[in-house]
């Protein structure tokens, strides 16, 4: 049933919507009839997944490439875009490794497109932003499955510290400003869309799993390294809640009409977003091999630096106040991701 304020054609910007969660977002906006309007600085997306958006959903998305770091940017776009009803902000930087390397990127493009959008929020009067965070917050929680109200620990990482310090601002932000705000915390989003048009495109040596993982598959890797068979797990690799990217963006655009029909409890929502079951590295690889009918080569090598062993979501806050759960299984993404990886490989042809 249409909530009050809800129009079939309310507009929804969306920042890094040629990303990978981004777009898949994007696609389910448009199927809801929402009007979506792209930022994206193409710094870690393609062109591209603009008409491949569009050949799934048969509407191409207004689209500006810039970067949302850059405040005089950020501030004339808003000033040209009146009527914008929501944001859904997922462009970061997001490579956990590469903000060891490069902290001040990370700070600069993660807080700074975040206090800009803010900025262009108060100024033009746009209310409901959804905010793109990780599980990563927690760090390895002491009690799993881990809840919304679990502390937060001390960052492992730039990246992390990020997010950490982007829910600090919107704390304040949405405490002081007329902003309100759901952070969605996510936790380890694989798969493809169904139509193997959009999936995760990483740039160079992908750091994920996933992605590895069908890279290997598909022979443009040679190997997955597996980092550690020594944790304290039932077959020793690391645990994660993967979860399909559909049922994420789906989720979004839950939290998006949420606000719209100002359904929330507080200025500021937090949920968790995963499947409620945690998977190992090796249980995430024999699925591939079932799904898929390949072999894949892996080796067994040592931990990788700032990993945390376990980790995996409550998500019963979310499944009640959002009136969402997340549908499909660990074979299911394995098999979109697969497809996917296949459909890329039989373009390069
Ligand atoms: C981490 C963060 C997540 C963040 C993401 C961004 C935590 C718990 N999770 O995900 O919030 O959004 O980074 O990139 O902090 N693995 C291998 N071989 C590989 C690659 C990965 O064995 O080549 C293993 C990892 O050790 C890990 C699992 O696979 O146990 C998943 O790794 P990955 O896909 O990189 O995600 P996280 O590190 O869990």
Redo the contacts with the bound molecule.
Sequence with gaps: MPLNNITAMNKILVTGGTGFIGSHTVVELQQKGYEVVIVDDLSNSSIEVLDNITKITGIKPAFEQFDLSDAAKTADFFARNKGIDGIIHFAAF???GESMVKPLEYYKNNLGSLLNILEGMKENGVKNLVFSS???VY?QPEVLPVTESAPIQQA?SP??NTKQMCEEILRFATMTLPVKAIALR???PIGAHDSALIGELPLGV?????P?ITQTAIGIRAC?????DDYNTPDG????DYIHVVDLAKAHVIAVERMLGEKGKSNLEIFNLGTGTGSS?LE?IKSFEKVSGEKLNYKIVP??AG??EQ?WADTQYANDELGWKAERGLDDMMLSAWKWEKALASKKK
């Design positions: 997001k490579a956990v990780s599980c990563t760090g492992w990246y992390g996510y936790f380890n992908p750091g994920n799993l996933v590895f997955l390294s597996v980092f550690g690799s690391a645990v994660r590295v995430v931990r990788r990993d945390v980790t």
